[in-house]
Antibody, heavy 120, light 106 residues
């Protein structure tokens, strides 16, 4: 069974950079049938798409975050990562990683999510 | 811009039919999917490609579409169906989520 697990600091200071990693187990990240994404959810609010990375390395980002976001992949470790710079309190959220089926764009497997708080 | 609009809340009694709508121009050309999220849990897909139900999802969950509106229907809603429901769509390699609907079954 495929599993995704987010990891990274739970507390980040304002203006600093948030780094999260998603480790994929039970399947290969190098599979062109899928791509990989990050989604976040501020406390008590709805889901917000952050961005995707494809097997080819191509990335697509939410226009509202594009200037601050980088998603990368390390196939040797079966991991992909999120980098979000210049964070503010508005970036406080539960961050989820997920697998997306290329045909149909179904978010079929999710990590449990990790809460990142931006505070001094 | 791509936006999806959902009602903020829907309330039904157990055994009744719950309908949650999702509207947006993008839905005239692109599929919708529905996610169910219970407190403290990751979302789960309950409908994809507008009307398809993944294996393991109860038959009482169904999807329909008409123009720029898609509808998630839960026929004979049960107490355990109480959750937040999100529609989303994909276009130009971007994903867009609706604002979410809180379903109460009491």
């Amino acid at each position: 069974q495929l599993q995704l697990q987010e990891s990274g600091p739970g507390l980040v200071k304002p203006s600093e950079t948030l780094y999260l990693t998603c480790t994929v187990s039970g399947g290969s990240i190098s599979n062109s049938d899928y791509y990989w994404g990050w989604i976040r959810q501020p406390p008590g609010k709805g889901l917000e798409w952050i961005g995707n990375i494809y097997d080819s390395g191509s990335t697509y980002y939410n226009p509202s975050l594009k200037s601050r976001v980088t998603i990368s992949v390390d196939a040797s470790k079966n991991q992909f990562s999120l980098r979000l710079s210049s964070v503010t309190a508005a970036d406080t959220a539960v961050y989820h990683c997920a697998r997306v089926v290329v045909v149909g764009a179904t978010l079929d497997f999710w990590g449990q999510g990790t809460l990142v708080t931006v505070s001094s | 811009s791509y936006e999806l609009t959902q009602p903020s809340s829907v309330s039904v009694s157990p055994g009744q039919t719950a309908r949650i709508t999702c509207s947006g121009d993008v839905l005239a050309k692109k599929y919708a999917r529905w996610l169910q999220q219970k407190p403290g849990q990751a979302p789960v897909v309950v409908i994809y490609k507008d009307i398809e139900r993944p294996s393991g999802i109860p038959e009482r969950f169904s999807g329909s579409t008409s123009g720029t509106t898609v509808t998630l229907t839960i026929s004979g809603a049960q107490v355990e169906d109480a959750a937040d429901y999100y529609c989303y769509s994909a276009t130009d390699n971007h994903l867009v989520f609706g604002g979410g609907t809180k379903l109460t079954v009491l």
